[in-house]
């Protein structure tokens, strides 16, 4: 049984930073590629940032690049997205995702992926 849990999502004034782990089972964490999608109230799911399995490629969509960075912990079977300078619109619910392909994140293909979690809140406040 493959899972993902997700934690440290929680309520944050705009301008503060959170830190999201994310756990998975080994099968699944030894070799896909990782990462966070998010969905704001009322709008689709979106890509936030995703991890190769070697931890040498990295993407983030314009939105959160510079301020979002996503990093793994093989030996902890962990991922991690640390979220600074967070803004009003970063508010959504904060999903985990693991797929064997890097195209899936790449693309933001969500009907494709592997595994999700169960999603975790993030609450930016003015």
């Known amino acids: 049984q493959v899972q993902l849990v997700e934690s440290g999502g929680g309520l944050v004034q705009a301008g503060g930073s959170l830190r999201l782990s994310c756990s998975a089972s080994v099968r699944t964490f030894s070799s896909d590629v990782m990462g966070w999608f998010r969905q704001p109230p009322g709008k689709e799911r979106e890509i936030v940032a995703a991890i190769s399995w070697s931890g040498e490629s990295t993407y983030y969509p314009d939105s959160v690049q510079g301020r979002f960075t996503i990093s793994r912990d093989n030996a902890k079977n962990t991922v991690y997205l640390q979220m600074n300078s967070l803004r009003p619109e970063d508010t959504a619910v904060y999903y985990c995702?693991?797929?064997?392909?890097?195209?899936?994140?790449?693309?933001?293909?969500?009907?494709?992926?592997?595994?999700w979690g169960q999603g975790t809140q993030v609450t930016v406040s003015t």
């Open positions: 995702a693991a797929d064997h392909s890097w195209v899936t994140f790449r693309i933001g293909a969500t009907p494709e992926v592997d595994y």
